[in-house]
């Protein structure tokens, strides 16, 4: 069975920081671009940000400069490390995972930006 387990979510004053964890299991996400989305209240799923299976990143533009999105093989694991938080950065944010056709989602993680 695959599984994209998040955590790190929390809530965080403005100006902070978090990181965000998806661990895997049933899969090696060595083989998966890898990817973060959040989905605020009342809007669409959104992406973030993603890293290739090589390594390569992007950022959507809001969060250029302030997230870094990394990968550690060994522990099956993807992280997003998030700085300099905004009010705006509030929403739940899911790891994805594609590869070769298949596609998972974890269950998310809530990111609350609040003073």
């Known amino acids: 069975q695959v599984q994209l387990v998040e955590s790190g979510g929390g809530l965080v004053q403005p100006g902070g920081s978090l990181r965000l964890s998806c661990a895997a299991s049933g899969i090696f996400l060595s083989i998966y671009a890898m990817d973060w989305y959040r989905q605020a209240p009342g809007k669409q799923r959104e992406l973030v940000a993603a890293?290739?299976?090589?390594?390569?990143?992007n950022y959507a533009q809001p969060v250029k400069g302030r997230f870094t999105i990394s990968r550690d093989n060994a522990k099956n694991t993807v992280y997003l490390q998030m700085n300099s938080l905004k009010p705006e950065d509030t929403a739940v944010y899911f790891c994805?995972?594609?590869?070769?056709?298949?596609?998972?989602w974890g269950q998310g993680t809530q990111v609350t930006v609040s003073s």
């Open positions: 890293i290739s299976i090589g390594g390569n990143t």
């Open positions: 994805h995972g594609a590869s070769r056709g298949y596609n998972y």
